[in-house]
């Protein structure tokens, strides 16, 4: 069963993707979530707090979300990295991706303020590439190239809107990754 606060939830999430995170503020927050800035502050405490549960929420659902499509049985025919890219410039995943690509920004501006609300997301998308990646190429080295290809890529879609030269990008580094060898030594179980 649903509460007020996972509703309130839902509705600082939708408000947050159409608006961003950028000059945040509880009175035009709390109006986009139907309720008042007292209500929020009642249920999350502080503005702090409810950035933690509501970016939390968030990343849960794109963790899952991926997580599912990258669970797939073998013989898919695209490469998890192809796949991961065509679920996440679908019109549904992509403001998703765009609002954590800010809070990105935002933390590299503000750490103190935002980089928390990120570290834990990293570290599950490095164990998460490291999953998927077959055993000649998983090493530490290749997931974290691999997502900041992927990171540089979608920030280059989100910044001149070239889905098709961003997407054919991405298909001759996944063709140079899958023909490089892997380096001695790098590999993980």
């Known amino acids: 069963m649903q509460t007020r606060k996972d509703e309130l939830i839902q509705a600082l999430i939708g408000y947050l ?31 702090e707090g409810l950035l933690t549960e509501v970016l939390g929420a968030m990343h849960a659902h794109v963790r899952d979300s991926a997580a599912r499509l990258l669970d797939t049985p073998p013989g898919q025919p695209q490469p998890p990295l192809r796949r991961f890219w065509d679920w996440a410039i679908a019109d549904a995943n992509s403001p998703y991706l765009k609002l954590l690509y800010e809070l990105q920004v935002l933390a590299a501006r503000d750490p103190a303020t935002y980089a928390p609300h990120l570290q834990h997301d990293a570290a599950q998308s490095l164990a998460a590439a490291l999953a998927v990646m077959s055993a000649p190429q998983r090493s ?3 997931a974290t190239l691999c997502l900041a290809v992927f990171d540089g890529l979608f920030l280059e879609l989100m910044s ?16 140079l ?13």
């Open 177 to 189: 990754a899958s023909s490089a060898s892997p380096s001695p030594g790098t590999a993980q179980p």
């Open 160 to 175: 001149t809107g070239d889905r098709e030269r961003t997407t054919a990008a991405l298909d001759r580094f996944i063709e």
């Open 17 to 47: 993707l159409e608006h961003g995170l950028a000059d945040l503020s509880l009175r035009p927050l709390a109006a986009g979530a139907g309720t008042s800035a007292r209500l929020l502050v009642y249920h999350f405490g502080s503005k």
């Open 140 to 142: 530490t080295a290749m």
